[in-house]
């Protein structure tokens, strides 16, 4: 049973900087591309990045492009975000998922399992 596992949330100051982490148990991580979404409060699930089996490949909406970065360590199975120069609006929960396709994907609906989230808040 595939499980994942985020940590590393926390309230951050505007332009301030966290990294979250995406433990993945009970299967093979490198069966699955990995991707990040946030929910804000009274809005719907939005994309933020997603990376490839073996990282060559990744995506990012146009809201986080130059400020987050995703990765993965296949040999720990974990997935990182590092976010850099958070903004409010930013201000969220933040889950990952996987995928089993051969592309990437940004629509909720196309990833397989996903983890309980972790919140983001940042003040101004």
């Known amino acids: 049973q595939v499980q994942l596992v985020e940590s590393g949330g926390g309230l951050v100051q505007a332009g301030g900087s966290l990294r979250l982490l995406c433990t993945f148990w009970?299967?093979?991580?490198?069966?699955?591309?990995l991707a990040w979404f946030r929910q804000a409060p009274g809005k719907a699930r939005e994309f933020v990045a997603a990376i490839i089996r073996f990282g060559s490949e990744t995506s990012y909406a146009d809201s986080v492009k130059g400020r987050f970065t995703i990765s993965r360590d296949n040999a720990k199975s974990t997935g990182y975000l590092q976010m850099n120069n958070l903004e409010p609006e930013d201000t969220a929960i933040y889950s990952c998922?996987?995928?089993?396709?051969?592309?990437?994907?940004?629509?909720?609906?196309?990833?397989?399992?996903w983890g309980q989230g972790t919140q983001v808040t940042v003040s101004s």
């Open positions: 009970g299967g093979s991580f490198t069966s699955y591309n």
């Open positions: 998922a996987v995928d089993s396709g051969w592309r990437l994907v940004t629509t909720p609906g196309e990833y397989d399992y």
